[in-house]
């Protein structure tokens, strides 16, 4: 609070003046005492001085109730302000007492009278409205006391005395509160008809007291103080018991019970604004979208309501974008929560949850959604009730609905209706009134945010996901020579987005490249550089470049993207005609090699290197020996390192779960990820926060049987023979049905190696397998391009024709020339 400008009090006309003007408008000064927990006075403010004629010095640090004595006496009737209405004298003193030795938790206010030291005799006397706030803050101070001459109000003309029918404590516009004008002139982009004046005004009376603003009114000036004057709720219940009692007897109804309508009214605004806190207390708890729908169907049953169902837009249940444009008749809605206090099941047959239907124009539900506002009916007739009925066919309704009072809130976000709640209460329960139909919607403008605050979260998890998808591949689980099992786990935080991928690429020789990296860091930066980085691994493969290479081109790559472009990745090409891979590894965890002879499982001994986008840093590859049967298994860090924990416990882990015997591929990566996690938990440092990407591949190899080879003179008669060969082999394989086939683009591929080889190597080779693969090889390092060849050239058929008749083909330099491949598809077995 600013320490150099006191507070002042506003005053003005009442509720319903309905005009921005207010004759008896003014301030008056007040005095602002803080009290600590020991009761002594921790600030005095100069108002204090003024009106109660202590100093400063002389203040601080005493008793307040020696500062502040109040007097049981009651004024003269004569001299009773028309302020009156805040009490009695002598309650209200005990309650300042109270406030004061800090047996009070709640806020009070008041009107007593007091001594001041200092003043002629018959001027001691000081007629004091008061006001006492609770402090819940770190430091010492426990109550915060304002108070303001009320002879200040007297001395207006009669009229402006009878126009004032409350005070209440304004704010100064100045505070010393850090970002308070930036809070002020903020407050009207949230509220448009709110002036900058009245930003200022409210954002310094929160920052100063630390109480909300519950609600605000541009034409009516209410009380800060929400306990003002009314009676405690055990008191409100005796009252009512002793009117009921009365009136069963015959008797007349107390005084202070028929007196008490205003209280009330007071009391019964607050219990609606301790139900609709209690309610923003127990809904969104959480982003799920589904269990926010249901708290808040919850939140409402039994006691606003005793039938609450929930109908929410077809795009807010499929968890999509905002939906657009106003809805008609045509709008499905999605019945997603249905709680009530009737027997269990006896709505369910009839109003099951799931359930999407249109509703038609003459209906208050369509009513409530094109207009956004609450439709109250205070009881269904039975003309509304065959109505409502015919919406459902072969299921008779009116049994449910008939004669009970009807509430349809809307529940919106953003001026769009994203849904609303049927509200029903049974026929014997007190009707729904205009009271409630505030309250209904004050409860569903909260459930709305709520429920698009959860959609959002829900469309944002969405997508996410589906372009975590998008970037990773669907991988054959058969491919030459090996089977492959993967899977991918996203994390657990943010946004379920992260940079793991694995992928595998078809390489000539029926060789295939498994890959694993891990780009550094989560959220979308991180999956848009996976995205980058596996294309770029996918391109070099299929160029057919060396392990050891290929990493080199890509930290040359992750280099000229930017410095903060860091990866681990795991590159090896498995040979199943040699038994071989050949392994580079750029700073990843090392693979797991499990033998099919022995069972046993190893973390292959690979030279580390450095990560991806470090730069300067030599890769080198390493050659495996392999045998059929055995398993390679490669996974990123998510799936063994926990933080906290030493890596080395998820790699031993690894090692044995690898290891144990398993009826497919797909029960071994489950299997492991179950270990993993399990060892972990035992370990109570909580589970994996990273994603997890896990390949899993089974070395079958290829039987020498399935492979054929030639070596080729470059002479144009080889090209018979070539033809011959295959014919040969084809027949020996029984896949005679290919043989012509193969024999024309063997032909034309052999030709084209004859015309432009530069010495004496040119080999061919088939390999059966799933497919029938071809392979072409010649000592020129020139790759073919598909040309467009007129009816009058001599040239440029032979890959037209390849592209036409085969499955798929591909061109690849070697170390000392090319190879052109190309695959046909097995015919069917009868």
Known sequence: MDRGTDTGATTGHGAGDGTAEHTAAGRVPLAVVVVDREGLVSHWSTGARRLFGTPKDDAVGRPALDLLPVSGALPDPDDTPPHAAYGAYDALGHDLESSLDGRLSYPAAGRARITVPGRDRDRDRVDVLWWAYPLVVPGPERLLVLAADAEALRQRDDEAVVAVERIAPGFALHTDFPGAEELARRL??????????????????????????????????????????????????????????????????????????????????????????????????????????????????????????TYLREQVVAGEGFPEGVPDTTTMWHRVALEHTDEPGRWDDVVPVGEAMPFPAHTPFFQCMTTGEPVLVPRISEQMGHAIAAQFEKRDIRPLISNRSMLIVPLKARNVVLGFMILLRHPEREVFNDMDRVTGAELAARAGLVLDNARMYTYQENVAETLQDSMLPTIAAHMAGCDIATRYLPGTLLGRVGGDWFDSVKLPGARTALVVGDVMGHGLNSAAMMGQLRTAVQTMAALDLPPAQLLRNLDDLAQRLGEHYLATCLYAVYDPIASELHIANAGHIPPVLVRAVDGRSELLDLPTGAPIGVGGVPFEAVSVRVEPGDRLVMCTDGLVEVRGEDIGVGLATLCETAAHPAASMDDACDTIIRALAATFSETGRGGRKDDVALLMARLNGIEPEDVAEWRLAPDPVEVARARAV???????????????????????????????????????????????????????????????????????????????????????RTGAGKTVWFELTLPRRR
């Not at 007071?266 to 604004?273: D, F, K, P």
């Not at 249901?294 to 309501?305: D, G, I, L, N």
């Open 188 to 309: 009207p982009e949230i509220l448009p008809s709110m002036s900058v004046g009245e930003s200022a005004r409210i954002v310094a009376q929160v920052l100063e007291l630390g109480y909300p603003v519950m609600e605000f009114s541009q034409n009516d000036r209410v009380p800060v103080t929400p306990d003002w004057g009314v009676p405690r709720r055990a008191e409100r219940r005796a009252r009512r018991e002793r009117a009921a009692r009365a009136v069963a007897e015959g008797l007349p109804v107390p005084a202070d019970v028929r007196d008490e309508g205003e209280d009330l009214e007071h009391a019964a605004v607050r219990e609606r604004l301790e139900f609709l806190n209690e309610v923003s207390g127990r809904i969104g708890t959480s982003l799920d979208l589904s269990r926010t729908i249901v708290e808040v169907s919850k939140a409402v049953v039994p006691r606003f309501t005793d039938v609450a169902g």
């Open 726 to 812: 295959v014919r040969e082999q084809l027949y020996g394989w029984g896949l005679d049905a290919l043989t012509d086939t193969t024999t024309l683009l063997v032909g034309e591929l052999v030709t084209n190696a004859i015309r432009h080889a530069r010495g004496r190597r040119i080999e061919l080779r088939l390999v059966r397998g799933d497919t029938l693969q071809c392979e072409v090889y010649d000592d020129d390092p020139t790759l073919p391009t598909l040309l467009s060849a007129a009816p009058t050239d001599e040239f440029g058929r032979g890959l037209r024709v390849l592209t036409t008749l085969a499955r798929e083909w591909g061109t690849s």
